[in-house]
């Protein structure tokens, strides 16, 4: 068995009816260069030779009453692919429209838990062209987030996918195994009792190193953004169970044009298009903030730790300056202050989010989630929008043999923090995913379309 680390419990405790947690991606084929022509069951046969290869899609959660820690991942002895694998159609005409209906109806329902923890989606008629006659085909997975980060998701795809439309699948890799309910109790009792020793030798000091680096870089003028500096939007709101997506693509030159004319990174220049298109979202809607918008950025310490668990994450908060009205002086702006918050995260450590997380029991996750819930925080905007970049391979990738037009992901969305936009570089392609509520956003792809008109205007000041 594997234990759910602690910040891989609390993604699973954090989940509710309106707030499903879970990564997911749409992708887009091109059906004409499948070997000997596409079908669904041949398609499925594909995906079949692929799940030994991939943990994720065989463990299930088990648990056991007498259990007084988190519940752990077993290898799913009763696993049936035809229980995660849908086919449907879209309406016609089957375009963009339709298809980000289709795919925020199913980011809108949480995973079923008696089983693994993904579905994958066949959506066909996309273009309102039959995928057997060669036309387009969009596939949408949906993974917990307790079981990958956005790092291990894209491992998890680069198992799914090939460089090579006639690729044999790769070799099996172990799972979880297996364990009773005396066992699970029995090794949950184990890490309670030695929940202090960790405290003490991994929590406390990380913990003072924390406020003490924090409080110098603020003395010094070189601290990252300050959590709950954020101003107010629309987006800062509680969820209902609905979700609207939008997605964008972006050609990778022209990114790594603006980010060598400015002497910029990549990902600075994904948060000023982030920074651009969001301030021409809301100022054409007359809820510009005066102050800037702040982001949370996600960033993997895979490699970095020797701490358990599947999500390894650390993250910081960064200013986005959609205060300031031209995008060059933005980008540069932008520059500056992700190199300061880059700086200050790294002097904090790869760990402090995950011995944090792994500090907290189940019962005090259940006690924490309820205060929150009820004290004045659960009406402060602690960020505007979760920002994530992920870098994908170079090559060209194949489904099935089917031809990787597109990639996009998706990550969750929270009450108070109801946008995520989602970023991954695939060939020479940037792909963008944006996922809200649409009660919080009544035009998504308004939103989504002005990421290519601030890349036109950056690459004009070029």
Sequence with gaps: MERLSGLDAGLLYSESATVPIQVCSVTELDTSTVPGGYSFERFRESLATRVPAIPEFRMVLADSDLNVDHPVWVED???????????????????????????????????????????????????????????????????????????????????????EPDADPPDPVDGPGQASALEIAADGLWRVVTMPWHVTTRVVPATAALVAKTVNRAVSGIAMAAPFSAPMTPFNARLTSERSIALAQLDLEDVKTVKNKGDVKVNDVVM????????????????????????????????????????????????????????????????????????HSTSLGPTVMVDLAQSITRTMFSTLFGLLARTPLANTAIHNVVISNVAGPSETLYSAGAKVKALYPLGPIFHGSGLNITVFSLGDKLNVGIISCPQLADDLWDLADRFELELKELLSRC
């Design 77 to 163: 002895k009763n696993f049936d692919l035809s229980r995660h694998v849908n086919r449907i159609a879209l309406p016609a005409p089957g375009g963009r429209d339709e298809l980000a209906a289709v795919c925020g109806r199913i980011a809108s329902v949480a995973l079923d838990r008696t089983k693994p923890l993904w579905e994958m989606w066949v959506i066909e008629g996309v273009g309102g062209t039959r995928p057997e006659d060669g036309g387009p085909l969009a596939l949408m997975l949906k993974v917990h987030h307790a079981a990958v980060d956005g790092v291990s998701a894209a491992t998890l795809l680069s198992k799914l996918l090939d460089t």
């Design 272 to 343: 000023a298009l982030c920074a651009g298109a969001l301030r021409g979202y809301l100022e054409g809607r007359g809820q510009l903030p005066s102050k800037p918008l702040i982001a949370v950025v996600p960033a993997s310490v895979h490699g970095q730790s020797d701490r358990p668990g599947r999500n390894q994450l650390s993250g910081m908060f960064c200013n986005l300056h959609t205060d300031i009205e031209d995008p060059w002086k933005r980008l540069q702006a932008i520059g500056e202050s992700t190199t300061r918050a880059k700086e």
